[in-house]
């Protein structure tokens, strides 16, 4: 199978550990949530994702750094997503 072909949410997590190597990354479709809702056929995902990319950075900038790892699939396939970002723990 091919990264084009791979389910969504296996598309979704590639991504985002390539771009943050992330410590600990959930990525969760809950899409049988919205059905009847706008952007039915588009998927409905949820990511917990901690980082030590996200070092120093505010919430809205971590999600924006996720929004641009993820552009691609914004449009084709990705309706909405919650995103739960943290820093990792510095030692």
């Known amino acids: 199978m091919n990264a084009a ?18 410590e600990l990354l959930e990525v969760r479709d809950d899409g049988h949530q919205h059905i009847g809702h706008s952007g039915e056929g588009k998927g409905h995902f949820h990511v917990r994702i901690v980082s030590a990319a996200f070092a120093g950075t505010t919430p809205i900038q971590r999600h924006r750094m996720i929004y641009a790892a993820l552009a691609e699939l914004m449009d084709h396939g990705i309706h909405a997503l919650a995103i739960d970002a943290q820093a990792a723990a510095t030692p």
Do not use: G, Q
């Open 5 to 22: 072909s791979a389910p969504m949410p296996e598309r979704i997590a590639e991504r985002l550990r390539t771009a943050f190597a992330p």
